[in-house]
């Protein structure tokens, strides 16, 4: 698998034009002609809305939101809202067209969309992201909905606010309206394992690689960099599997110990943001704790984490990308040449979307199932997609990355030349 050895230069910190350099090689690769790309480079929709919020301390707030819907010819568009200082148009421009890959890779009946708010919830009262929940939904409520565009948890958001949202929107429309939105509360139309859904499809990711380079999950030394829910989830998953977590982090740093963490004492300890390591003294810093020995590596934090300056150091024979983002195109060509095995966002992470189509699928059916139907469903889609891409990857001799897009752009392409767009 050696195509990575013709990728172009890219600016590590340009997500966007990384990821539209690998749709272009995934298209060409496919045979699809230019304008295929030309349809699938941006977005087919992209909203800037400004939300005016009341604050506690009676002064007003305007708040600066996004909602990107890159394409509809499978499907309605879907993805995640996120909450967080430094959400960007460019940002979300490019995370709502790894959604549309994401669907594709999993066959979901799904296009991509993605969402943001550009604030700081962890500064803010329960009551005021309340408001700027239901301002948001207020702001966008015309181009989303169960047929439209189904928003989901992503970032700083979770079931609560979810739940607000879904109240807003009902409230807006006369109906209730549990198919709006994804990721709820059990009791307002969730779907049991949703909130863990993005750790178990890391977690079968994990396995299924582990597999292909002869190893086990029992016994193998993992780093996690990211100690939020996907990071927290996928530490006891892999604890309770008997693997050994050797290394965690936060926001504020990373801890590591080649003998195994206690990971039950830290995930007592975690807060609601994922924070823990602010309790110890011997920390490292992020940038440390991913260069440490270890077996498998998940990224489960932000973007541009691996990079060319860094990927030579990465002492690990697997690398599993639980975050979006985290390898840039340069460090993915080093790893290839390394022969560690690189699983890809668009792959690792797609578990969330997965089970938030179940609970899409149960809230228009108004039928639920248990949890033991909803994991079994996952493990056998997310299983299949693995096996697709590996497959691919080894048969026209590329990485794991590039035969994932290869997956990822086939359905939606063809879709869009059947309803003649190209």
Request: net charge negative; proline share 4%.
């Amino acid at each position: 698998m050696s195509d990575n050895q013709n990728h172009e230069e890219i600016k590590e910190k340009d997500v966007l034009e990384a990821t539209q350099t690998v749709i272009k090689k995934a298209l060409d690769k496919l045979g699809f002609q230019d304008e295929v790309y030309e349809l699938m480079k941006e977005p087919l929709r992209m909203m800037t809305v400004r939300i005016p919020v009341r604050m506690d301390d009676g002064s007003i707030e305007i708040f600066t939101g996004y909602r990107a819907q890159h394409n509809d010819a499978v499907g309605p568009t879907k993805g995640g809202v996120r909450f967080h200082p430094g959400v960007t148009e460019k940002e979300v421009r490019a995370l709502s067209i790894w959604m549309s890959l994401k669907a594709g890779i999993m066959d979901l009946p799904y296009g991509g969309g993605k969402g943001g708010i550009v604030c700081d919830p962890r500064q803010m009262s329960f009551r005021e992201i309340e408001r700027l929940s239901r301002g948001y939904v207020r702001s966008i409520s015309q181009i989303v909905g169960p047929t439209k565009d189904i928003p989901a948890p992503d970032v700083f958001t979770n079931s609560q606010i979810m739940a607000w949202m879904m109240d807003e929107y009902s409230r807006m429309k006369e109906f209730d309206s549990p198919g709006f939105i994804t990721g709820k509360p059990l009791v307002l139309g969730g779907s049991h394992g949703r909130e863990s859904a993005t750790a178990k499809g890391v977690t079968i990711c994990i396995r299924e690689a582990a597999k292909k380079k002869g190893m086990t999950v029992e016994g193998s030394k993992v780093v996690i960099q990211g100690f939020g829910n996907a990071g927290s989830f996928l530490a006891k998953f892999l604890h309770d599997a008997g693997a050994k977590v050797v290394g965690i982090s936060d926001v504020n740093g990373g801890l590591y110990d080649p003998e195994g963490l206690d990971i039950d004492y830290l995930l007592d300890r975690r807060d609601s943001f994922g924070t823990v390591t602010n309790l110890f003294n011997d920390v490292l810093s992020n940038k440390e704790l991913i260069e440490q020995e270890c077996d498998i590596l998940v990224p489960a934090a932000i973007e541009n984490q691996i990079t060319e300056k860094n990927a030579h150091k990465i002492n690990a024979s697997i690398v599993v990308e639980a975050a979006n983002g985290p390898t840039t195109m340069g460090a993915t060509k080093i790893l290839h040449e390394r022969d560690i095995l690189l699983v890809p966002d668009v792959l690792a992470s797609a578990g969330g979307v997965t089970v938030s189509y179940f609970e899409w699928v149960q809230n228009n059916q108004g039928y639920y199932w248990e949890e033991e139907e909803v994991e079994t469903k996952l493990e056998k889609k997310m299983t299949a997609s693995f096996e697709n891409v590996y497959r691919l990857a080894s048969l026209r001799n590329v990485d794991m990355r590039l035969a994932a897009y290869m997956v990822g752009v086939r359905k939606m392409a063809e879709a869009s030349r059947y309803r003649g767009w190209i």
